[in-house]
Each structure stands twice: as C-alpha cells, then as structure tokens.
Antibody, heavy 122, light 113 residues
Framework: QEQLVQSGPEAKKPGASVKVSCKASGYTFSSYYINWVRQAPGQGFEWMGIINSGSGAATHAQNFRGRLAMTSDTSTKTVFLELSSLTFGDTAIYYC???????????????WGQGTLVTVSS | DIVMTQSPESLAVSLGERATIRCKSSQSVFRRSDYKNYLAWYQQKPEQPPRLLMYWASTRASGVPDRFSGSGSGTDFTLTISTLQAEDVAVYYCQQYYTTPQTFGQGTALEIK
C-alpha cells in the first residue's frame, strides 16, 4: 500500500541542525509532491514547505526561509528535511505527507508519515 | 495566509448522538474554474498521524464510514458525525489547500459525554 516511513526521534541542542528522512513506497515516487508539516506539543499543524519528489524543486514557508532545506533522492525514493539553527521552539513532531493530486500543489494530504519527534534541549 | 477557525474547541457528545464541528476560512476556498471547495478534514488520535476523512469538502476518503459527512461552501464548512461511536474520540482538523501555505484549523477535541 502507499506508505511514507520516517526516520527515528532526534535530540538536538540549540543551534544545531537536524535532518529527517521520509521514504516512500507503494506508488510512483516522482509523480507526487511531498509536504512537510510540524506539530508542536499539544498544538495544531504548521505547514513548512513542499517538494516535487521528481525534480527536487521546493517551496518553503516564509517563517523558515534561510534555515530550511528540502531534498529528494529518486534512487531511494526518499525525501529529506534539514532544519538548521534550532531553537527550543523547534521542538515538535515533524510529518511528511504526500499531496494526493500528483504534481499539483493544491491537494489534500494522504498518506502521512508516522512522524518524527525532534526535541531541542540544552 | 488564509486563517482557518474551528468551533467549538472541544465537544462532548453521547454515544449514538450527532456531533457537528464547524470550520470557517478567512477567505473563500471555492474555485470557480472547477467548481470545487479546496477544503479537507482530518482525524487525529493520540500518538498517531492525522487520517484523511474528507476532501473537496464533502468527498469521503477511502475506508471512512458513512456516518461521517462534510458540507458547506465558500468560507463556511461543517463536519458531521451522525451517530457517535466510541472510536470517534479524537481531535478533528480542517485544512484549506486552495493556496500555499496550506493552513489548518486549531482543532476540535471530541469526547464522549
């Protein structure tokens, strides 16, 4: 079945960087966008950005410009999110989620990865 | 950015009764070019990722029971659970995908009365 499997939890210190992976299976990887969304503890969802899995072209939310990088590896059907200059406020569960309408950014999200907890503490 | 506002923030409903959750967008998410509302609903249970329930405001996702229904157009939308089951206890979110950044409501926590 169509599935996204993310890498495991991360513990980082302020100022460090974190890289989270999201491996796709069960569908044509290059034919869909992947979105990254985060959820701080007990909070709602914040959209971070979107990447064309095939071309690697990406768009970032304005809040993260300058410290967010999204990349795609078609050979392993994996997309990556790297967030730098971490602060306590970056503590959250990070989700990848496929845009369900192929290479159209205006799409609902399905499926979602299981989430990766990133904890920033000193 | 389009702001999505849900009401109520929490809701307690008896088993077998109807639950209604509302979502309002700060601007219309209806696109005249394809006559569709760019609005989705998700269910999230503790320690789980969100599960898609509805897209195009009223189309049930695969495997979603027919006790879930979505309605509305433009800026005002509703998710209805016709007869509440114990497994429906969760937080429910609306999302607009009309424009980037896609934005979510703050969530409605549904519990059993």
């Amino acid at each position: 079945q169509e599935q996204l499997v993310q890498s495991g939890p991360e513990a980082k210190k302020p100022g460090a960087s974190v890289k989270v992976s999201c491996k796709a299976s069960g569908y044509t990887f290059s034919s869909y966008y992947i979105n990254w969304v985060r959820q701080a503890p007990g909070q709602g969802f914040e959209w971070m950005g979107i990447i064309n899995s095939g071309s690697g072209a990406a768009t970032h939310a304005q809040n993260f410009r300058g410290r967010l990088a999204m990349t795609s590896d078609t050979s392993t059907k994996t997309v990556f999110l790297e967030l730098s200059s971490l602060t306590f406020g970056d503590t959250a569960i990070y989700y990848c989620a496929r845009g369900a309408r192929g290479l159209t950014a205006s799409a609902w999200f399905d499926p979602w990865g299981q989430g990766t907890l990133v904890t920033v503490s000193s | 950015d389009i702001v999505m506002t849900q009401s109520p923030e929490s809701l307690a409903v008896s088993l077998g009764e109807r639950a209604t959750i509302r979502c309002k967008s700060s601007q219309s998410v209806f696109r005249r070019s394809d006559y569709k509302n760019y609005l989705a609903w998700y269910q999230q249970k503790p320690e789980q990722p969100p599960r898609l329930l509805m897209y195009w405001a009223s189309t049930r996702a695969s495997g979603v029971p027919d006790r879930f229904s979505g309605s509305g157009s433009g800026t005002d939308f509703t998710l209805t659970i016709s007869t509440l089951q114990a497994e429906d206890v969760a937080v429910y979110y609306c999302q607009q995908y009309y424009t980037t950044p896609q934005t979510f409501g703050q969530g409605t926590a549904l519990e059993i009365k």
